[in-house]
């Protein structure tokens, strides 16, 4: 049972635009900034965005990220076949002390 | 470019202590956080702990009775030790960076390796 709480699986259409959504807690996401990563099959993840909302060098502005209360959201529009990929988002729990994930969502691009 | 590149046993038996080196190259390991993380096959991603340069560690409460973290910065590694492993363990067991001090948050990771399955099994 992981800490935050993202949907297992979503899809959409190539060109769409799809929202992930990630869901805590006050201790967590209501006072701590927000992280998102990207997963392929046998590939280490790799960051999307940081701070809520601010992208690495070189990930593609088709990538954005928000945060309002306690959830997070990653949004991807211009949906291309190969953003079909694991979805995570990270934070910090003030109150465990301890980096916490979402479970993950499995984006399909069909 | 920062790379990070874990080493060390594939296979464990239960009970017995796995331990993983993680090597940085492209950049020196100190004035950042470097963090072990692990994914059980099918699964998601799990911390276990981070260590700074000078030593300061902080671990996950689900694993900090059983787990050690160090550094050895003349060899810019880093180390895991999980005791008392079960097939619960199995996992990939990533080692990754943690993002700068001077940034908003540091708690994210912005580099990783490429991770090794360990296997625990008698």
């Known amino acids: 049972q992981s800490v935050l709480t993202q949907p297992p699986s979503m899809s959409a259409a190539p060109g769409q635009k799809v929202t992930i959504s990630c869901s805590g807690s006050s201790s967590n996401i209501g006072s701590n900034y927000v992280s998102w990563y990207q997963q392929f099959p046998g590939t280490a993840p790799k960051l999307l965005i940081y701070d809520n909302n601010k992208r690495p060098s070189g990930i593609p502005d088709r990538f954005s990220g928000s945060k309002s209360g306690t959830s997070a959201t990653l949004g991807i529009t211009g949906l291309q076949t190969g953003d079909e990929a694991d979805y995570y988002c990270?934070?910090?729990?003030?109150?465990?002390?301890?980096?916490?994930f979402g479970g993950g969502t499995k984006l399909t691009v069909l | 470019q920062v790379q990070l590149q874990e080493s060390g046993p594939g296979l464990g038996k239960p009970s017995e202590t796995l331990s993983l080196t993680c090597t940085v190259s492209?950049?020196?390991?100190?004035?950042?956080?470097w963090s072990w993380i692990r994914q059980p096959p099918g699964k998601g991603l799990e911390w276990i702990g981070y260590?700074?340069?000078?030593?300061?560690?902080n671990y996950n409460p689900s694993l900090k009775s059983r787990v050690t973290i160090s550094v050895d910065t003349s060899k810019n590694q880093f180390s895991l030790k999980l005791s008392s492993v079960t097939a619960a363990d199995t996992a990939v067991y990533y080692c990754a960076r943690m993002g700068p001090l001077y940034s908003s948050s540091w708690y994210y990771f912005d580099y990783w390796g490429q991770g090794t399955l360990v296997t625990v099994s008698s």
């Open positions: 990270g934070t910090w729990d003030s109150s465990l002390s301890a980096v916490v």
């Open positions: 260590i700074y340069y000078t030593g300061n560690t």
């Open positions: 492209g950049g020196s390991i100190s004035s950042y956080y």
